[in-house]
């Protein structure tokens, strides 16, 4: 009832830019915070950037003052501009979503987006 659906990644070089975008839908939840997540192959995955319904954001130490996070709530979709990209910042980007109904809440992931970034 609860789905998440990244897009937006790809290949870039080092200096780049990227936006991703995460377009969620139900049926009958209700979203509530939403953010991003890396993963690297061999790395634990790592919180990039949350924001609240609200739009209340939070951001983890890789990105901080380089990705801006933002939500667009009629849409029900979260994004993440990127900027001065890093190899370091090569991974699968994962959407997240906390979502509630009367009686029900749970979180939430997307299948994720791949980013590559060269040097």
């Known amino acids: 009832q609860v789905h998440l659906v990244e897009s937006g990644g790809g290949f870039v070089q080092t200096g780049g830019s990227l936006r991703l975008s995460c377009a969620g839908s139900?049926?009958?939840?209700?979203?509530?915070?939403m953010g991003w997540y890396r993963q690297a192959p061999g790395q634990e995955r790592e919180m990039v950037a949350t924001i609240t319904l609200g739009g209340v954001p939070n951001y983890g130490d890789s990105g901080k003052g380089r990705f801006t996070i933002s939500r667009d709530n009629t849409k029900k979709t979260i994004y993440l501009q990127m900027n001065a990209l890093m190899p370091e910042d090569t991974a699968v980007y994962y959407c997240?979503?906390?979502?509630?109904?009367?009686?029900?809440?749970?979180?939430?992931w997307g299948q994720g987006t791949q980013v590559t970034v060269s040097s």
């Open positions: 997240n979503a906390y979502a509630w109904r009367p009686g029900q809440r749970g979180t939430y």
């Open positions: 139900t049926t009958d939840y209700n979203f509530l915070d």
